[in-house]
């Protein structure tokens, strides 16, 4: 049903939508009203579920993992912090292969504190074996939730879905809500490949020892590529249930005849649209892929989008210290074969919760139509604030290296 | 398009000025999106929301930084940040107070581009008290709003307040947004009474 409606109400309808058994979950900002509006559902009796309050996000992934082994579809949310403390539970459901689905509200890592949004959290577990999906706007957080449970367990892993924290969870907006009776006829009803069941108990996660190992992550592995091909057909199957290409492995927007492409993922590709649709009408040749899939990583379809771009700007809200991109290491290994007719740029933008302005992604972007950008830039980096920093505190000066002895 | 700006304290109910305000254009089957300037929510603090109404689908995700209209919740933070910034010109400006907008001592280069009649004020808080005893100047604000630009109606501002606050609560805020939107209503008429007049 079309509504206006916030993002996290919207995520909790269409969470509730999809029936789960159990939801479990510790409250943190951005992620709280998605969380409250589902114990509200629960307690008003229009959700018929578990709803277990736990007391820490550690809890709340352990009770997801329980309530998925025994054959509950089960559902957790969670950001920042609140997604590190509950880490090695997170690498337990992805290797138990629990089909757990998960909305991160993306925010910022401390420290410094910082409850602002930017997708530091989620690039954290890059490599924990679940998938990560990442909503564009609050219409695609709403429906990707769907997506991800028919994915989650067709594969037996886990999903998580990531949404721009208070950007997109604390707008309002205009969106069709999956209702029930839609979701019913998309997502069949859950069947577990293996339950515990006192009545006939096996034994899930047993040690395995070093004779093993090797294999059952090389499996994981081969999971993680069949998931490509899972993720692009539920997407498309979605399109075709619900009349709306929301979700799959990417979108692109104007690439046709684009020698210059930008590359990114969630709600700043809304703005950046905006943006190309401007430079566009001055005559200027760009264009944009969104990347909804980043776990599983969808590397052909990404150079197939790609294959006429000259200039491919990654831009990242989050960055590994020291080096640059995170997305930034997969796209140029999609990109190696033509890495002598393509430029790859990494612009790192709204850390924290700094603001990304269409003025400033104008700029970067004529910027990036010149080849004037640096291999790493900072959007809006505030360079005497830098400087002034500096010059405080002083250069680091080597200590172990050259001094007298 | 049409961008709002809304400022005025933690508590005032700012982020539910511009959610009733998408709320409303959404009835009249526009595009809308509302959402605020996060921070640690105190009352007291100064917080900003946003609110843009418009026909055709909203994807930026920018805050507002070049709005049409400006409301300001609380008059006292004319003086701590330029609340006008990036006002377009030809926008509105909305105070709530009982004083003209006048004998507010204003950079004059901050509403230069404000049209004398859209440089506007209303005792919105005055008119809470009176409609609800509560000073929440949110919906009264928007009442007055709607008595200068068509970009949402006074009908539609009510019934998204009516759906939002159910019984006596929306009612008393519908009265109260209704007795703003006639004081603007009048001192347009007034005003305009008195351009013809010496025409």
Not at chain 1, 144 to 172: K, N, W, Y
Not at chain 1, 299 to 319: H, K, P, T, Y
């Amino acid at each position: 049903m079309l509504r206006e409606i916030e993002g996290s109400k919207a995520v909790a309808a269409a969470v509730a939508a999809c029936r789960p058994d159990v939801v479990c979950a510790y409250p943190i900002s951005p992620q709280t009203h998605i969380v409250e509006e589902l114990s509200r559902l629960v307690k008003i009796g229009q959700l018929d579920c578990e709803y277990v309050n736990v007391e820490s996000e550690f809890a709340a992934q352990s009770v997801a993992i329980g309530a998925s082994a025994v054959g509950a579809r089960a559902y957790t949310a969670t950001a920042s912090q609140g997604l590190l403390y509950m880490v090695e539970a997170v690498y337990n459901a992805s290797g138990l292969g629990l089909p757990i689905v998960m909305t991160v509200a993306n925010r910022a890592i401390g420290a410094p504190i910082n409850i602002w949004n930017d997708q530091t959290d989620t690039m954290s577990q890059r490599d924990c074996g679940w998938l990560q999906l990442f909503a564009a706007d609050n219409q695609e957080a709403a429906d990707l939730h769907v997506q991800a449970f028919r994915i989650a367990e067709e594969l037996s892993l886990p999903v998580m879905v990531c949404m721009d924290g208070f950007v997109l969870t604390h707008a309002v907006e205009r969106v069709d809500v999956p209702e029930a009776e839609q979701v019913d006829a998309f997502l069949p009803p859950f069947t577990p490949v293996q339950r515990l069941d006192p009545d006939d108990p096996v034994t899930i996660g047993a040690m395995v020892g070093p004779e093993a190992f090797t294999e059952v992550r090389y499996l994981a592995h081969r999971r993680q590529h069949d998931a490509i091909e899972v993720v692009e057909r539920v997407g498309r199957e979605f399109a075709q249930a619900f009349g709306r290409d929301s979700g799959g492995l990417l979108h692109t927007y104007r690439t046709e005849g684009a020698q210059t492409v930008v590359v990114a993922l969630g709600s700043v590709t809304g703005t950046l649209k905006d943006v190309i649709d401007d430079m566009r009408d001055e005559g200027q040749e760009v264009g944009l892929v969104t990347v909804t899939s980043f776990r599983p990583f969808p590397e052909a379809a990404i150079a197939d989008a790609l294959a006429g771009a000259s200039r491919v700007l990654c831009l990242e809200r989050a960055f590994s210290p020291g080096r640059g991109g995170v997305v930034e290491d997969d796209l140029r290994r999609a990109l190696w074969d033509r890495r002598d007719d393509v430029s790859l740029s990494t612009v790192v933008a709204g850390l924290g919760g700094r603001d990304i302005t269409s003025a400033s992604l104008h700029e970067m972007l004529q910027r990036a139509v010149r080849g004037e950008l640096a291999p790493l830039e900072f959007l809006d980096l505030d360079h005497a604030a830098v400087a002034a920093h500096l010059s405080a505190v002083g250069t680091p000066v080597p200590v172990t290296q050259g001094a007298d002895s | 398009m049409f961008q709002i700006r809304i400022h005025g304290r933690g508590g005032q109910g700012v982020v539910t000025a511009a959610d009733l305000l998408a709320y409303a254009a959404f009835k009249e089957d526009r595009h809308a999106q509302a959402f605020p300037s996060f921070g640690s929510e105190r009352t007291g603090a100064p917080v900003v929301s946003y609110c843009r109404i418009s026909t055709r689908p909203i994807r930026t995700h920018e805050p507002v930084l070049a709005p049409d209209a400006v409301i300001v919740q609380d008059p006292t933070l004319l003086t701590a940040i330029n609340v006008f910034s990036g006002l377009r010109p030809g926008g509105y400006a909305l105070i709530n107070s009982a004083r003209p907008f006048s004998t507010f001592e204003l950079d004059p280069a901050t509403v230069k581009a404000v049209p004398l009649e859209h440089r506007l004020t209303v005792p919105a808080t005055d008119l809470a008290m009176e409609h609800l005893g509560r000073p929440l100047p949110n919906a009264v604000l928007l009442g007055a709003l709607t008595a200068v630009t068509d970009v949402v109606s006074l009908a539609a501002v009510c019934e998204a307040i009516a759906d939002r606050f159910p019984g006596a609560l929306g009612e008393r805020n519908i009265a109260a947004a209704c007795a703003a939107h006639e004081i603007i209503a009048d001192k347009i008429a007034l005003t305009s009474k008195e351009a013809n007049g010496a025409a």
